[in-house]
Nanobody, 120 residues
Framework: VQLQASGGGLVQSGDSLRLSCAAS????????LGWFRHPPGKEREFVAS????????LYEDSVKGRFTISRGSAENTVFLQMNSLKPEDTAVYYCAAGLSYSHKSEYEYWGQGTQVTVSS
């Protein structure tokens, strides 16, 4: 499974961004998709995930109510709508694929990352 993420950029506090990820490969449709981020000087952390069907989602507490993960109409695409961005959201964001959307430590495939920078 190959993952291609896009949509990062430099924004101001309170602004919005939408990240996109496209999964490809023979078995891509079998996987749940998730977003992780790696803030500067910190460890990588889970952000949000969505099941294969799109009916189930999971969010890290600090982004609940601000971020929304969704499946796109195109097969094997996922979006992360990020609203009310804060400087602490600054990180490299990674799209990942795993067999279970809720098993945060078991994501098998990773995209290349897209930088999100939020200025205060």
């Amino acid at each position: 499974v190959q993952l291609q993420a896009s949509g990062g950029g430099l924004v101001q506090s309170g602004d919005s961004l939408r990240l996109s990820c496209a999964a490809s490969g023979r078995f891509a449709s079998r996987y749940a998709l998730g977003w992780f981020r790696h803030p500067p000087g910190k460890e990588r952390e889970f952000v949000a995930s969505i099941s294969r069907s799109g009916f189930s989602t999971l969010y890290e507490d600090s982004v609940k109510g601000r971020f929304t993960i969704s499946r796109g109409s195109a097969e094997n695409t996922v979006f992360l709508q990020m609203n009310s961005l804060k400087p602490e959201d600054t990180a490299v964001y990674y799209c990942a694929a795993g067999l279970s959307y809720s098993h945060k430590s078991e994501y098998e495939y990773w995209g290349q990352g897209t930088q999100v920078t939020v200025s205060s």
